[in-house]
């Protein structure tokens, strides 16, 4: 089993609507949490750090469940610019900045 | 101005050749990283340094040697390249070791053995 899951996709929504990606980690000694970005053959780039309490970022949302070891995103008002890759990661504190790499949800918002 | 920089940003090459892949980072940060990134898109941490000191050293083959000149820095020597190795790999740096610091990305290498 992987220690970090995603859907893989493809999730295929119109402009406007609000999709949800899901991602689950199976060390519960993960202390860090994170959604990156990644656009076709390019870098991953820090779309947002997710935080116990819940947190946003206009239209982008993430949830963290420690309990069920389980994070979220929501991208409401879906934007063309928005297709790309969401990269669910994790960190155990106390291995310094390794991050763990979710295998992606894959995007593509059409007109 | 490129906060991460790698060169070269393609490498084609045969099996068996010896490789290099350089990173510079100009962001003043402390901790630098090497990720591979396969066919299937899993990026998987290799190797990284905090101020030139190795700190993870992940289950890489010994052909794979980095090196840390000075905390801006970090190379990638590859021995006896293998079809396998074919993959994208990306730098990475962060202001410390701390595991909640953002890592900030180069754009990637595309190695492609033949």
């Known amino acids: 089993r992987k220690e970090v899951e995603q859907d893989p996709g493809p999730f295929n929504v119109p402009e406007g609507a609000t999709v949800a990606f899901n991602c689950t980690y199976s060390?519960?000694?993960?202390?860090?949490f994170f959604w990156y970005r990644q656009d076709c053959r390019k870098e991953p780039k820090l779309l947002m750090s997710?935080?116990?309490s819940g947190n946003e970022d206009g239209r982008f949302t993430a949830q963290l469940n420690r309990a069920s070891q389980y994070i979220s995103l929501l991208i409401r008002d879906s934007k063309l610019s928005d297709s790309a890759t969401y990269l669910c990661?994790?960190?155990?504190?106390?291995?310094?900045?390794?991050?763990?790499f979710g295998q992606g949800t894959e995007l593509s918002v059409k007109p | 101005d490129t906060a991460v920089s790698q060169t070269p940003k393609y490498l084609v090459t045969q099996m068996g050749n010896d490789k290099s892949i350089k990173c510079e980072q100009n962001?003043?940060?402390?901790?630098m990283y090497w990720y591979k990134q396969d066919s299937k898109k899993f990026l998987k941490i290799m190797f990284s340094?905090?101020?030139?000191?190795?700190?993870i050293n992940e289950t890489v083959p010994n052909r794979f040697s980095p090196k840390s000149p000075d905390k801006a820095h970090l190379n990638l020597h590859i021995n006896s390249l293998e079809l396998g190795d074919s993959a994208v790999y990306f730098c990475?740096?962060?202001?410390?070791?701390?595991?909640?610091?953002?890592?900030?990305f180069g754009p990637g290498t595309r190695l492609t053995v033949l």
């Open positions: 997710v935080y116990s």
């Open positions: 340094y905090n101020n030139k000191e190795l700190i």
């Open positions: 962001l003043g940060h402390d901790t």
């Open positions: 990661v994790v960190n155990r504190n106390n291995q310094g900045g390794k991050l763990i």
């Open positions: 990475a740096s962060s202001q410390s070791a701390g595991g909640a610091d953002t890592q900030y």
């Open positions: 060390n519960s000694a993960s202390q860090s």
